[in-house]
């Protein structure tokens, strides 16, 4: 197949991709577009409120802050840490089909990490980083050494960041040539390693390249049934909307009818979040899906949030982060039952109201709840069981809830099938280390 008939392939190097027309052009951006607030500039002013309220415990970005349905999961690990062998993305690859499905194109940007390293049963690395046993904090500079001493010890070196984990879960079920991701990252081997471990699942990726910063990476030392996360954002706080508007890469945002956003990428590059939202909005058969992420984004960057909420058309949290919602948007919300926050939520301002809204909201071990536009109760899906002897590694479970997701809407399945295909596929990820999924691949079966 040509380029232009199968624009979501694995392009050759060589080969360029046709521009699009002048009313395919990205939309222009504004002066203040131009200038969006630093990474820097939130971690400050997120620093301010902690500092005046102590009470906030919100302290990076990161969702492994969990919940107590999430922790039910994490205590049914027991000692299975300490006796499970490190397994590598890179031990398994899968055969690549060259056709390509332009219908079912998806575009994501990500804002966290590239690179998850892994160590198991370590206390001397915590106590060496100053690092506590349940964790999750941002790097500095007496951190960085921390990577490069993973890797010279036994690890495990996972391809990761939120986005594209949920990217490499939804090509996992669609047909090859399906899924394109778009980040950022650094000019160096975890980048190619990136690339490798993409394509080794089918995901096309089309990076952007920065060449000041490092890529992303964050460090993981697991000890019995708690992980300590150390993040060094880099490169993956760099994203820039030129990089989106540029005629090749907004050619596949055109082509693409489904748009999936991690809520992290907020706080990277608003303008390029919003591109997105406009171009579903604006043409009725795109569908636009953004991700809470973590609780400090609609806590911390709610009003980055509400800029995005008429553009909705589904949106995908945990219960936990539907509860930072909530308190931040206080008056009769604030403090009500996961049922009524996602009513709520799934009520607000629509700018297409050709699509009814759909709010999914993940409880852990306890059923999905789903809400609907313009019904008045909820829909529950009790969470497919798993025996706690099979469970190895929870982390990047919600990624792939969401893959599995975003896969049966693609696919146009019912809303049951489809929080059925993310149960399944997060239940494959929580028996690996990391957020991975078995090979050789399987298949999908109804619970």
Known sequence: MSPQASPLKARDINTSLPSPTKSEKAPAMTESEKQPKTMEYHRQVL?????????????????????????????????????????????????????????????????????????????????????KANDAILAEEKHMPLYDDLLSQKHALIAGGAAQNTARGAQYILPADSVVFIGCVGKDEYADKLRSACSAAGLRVEYRVDETQPTGRCGVVITGANRSLCTHLAAANEYKMEHLQSPEIWDLVKKAKFYYVGGYHL?????????????????????????????????????????????????????TEA?????????????????????????LKKLNEG?????????????????????????????????????YDTNGAGDAFAGGFVAGIVEGKSLEESVDMGQWLARLSIKELGPQFPYPKQTFSKA
């Open 47 to 131: 620093q301010s409120r902690l500092d005046e309220d102590s009470k906030h415990t919100y302290i990076s970005p990161s969702d492994m802050i969990m919940s107590p349905a999430t922790k039910k999961l994490e205590t049914l690990k027991g000692k299975r840490f300490g006796k499970g062998k490190g397994q590598s993305l890179f031990a398994n690859t899968m055969s690549k089909n060259a056709t390509a499905n332009n219908n079912r194109g998806s575009g994501s940007l990500d804002a966290e990490v590239g690179k998850a390293m892994e160590e198991k049963n370590d206390d001397s690395m915590l106590q060496k980083y100053s690092l």
């Open 267 to 319: 706080t990277v590059c608003v303008p390029a979040v919003m591109a997105l939202a406009k171009e579903a909005a604006e043409n009725k058969d795109k569908v636009f899906i953004m991700n809470l992420s973590a609780p400090f984004i609609p806590q911390f960057f709610k009003q980055q949030l509400e800029e995005t909420s008429p553009y909705w058309d589904y949106v995908i949290g945990n219960e």
């Open 323 to 347: 509860a930072a919602w909530a308190e931040a948007q206080g008056g009769d919300v604030k403090g009500k039952p996961v049922q009524e926050i996602a009513l709520h939520m799934a009520g």
């Open 355 to 391: 699509r009814k809204r759909t709010v999914v909201i993940t409880q852990g071990t306890e059923p999905t709840i789903v809400a609907v536009q313009g019904e008045e109760k909820v829909r529950e899906y009790p969470v497919r069981t798993i025996g706690k002897e099979e469970i």
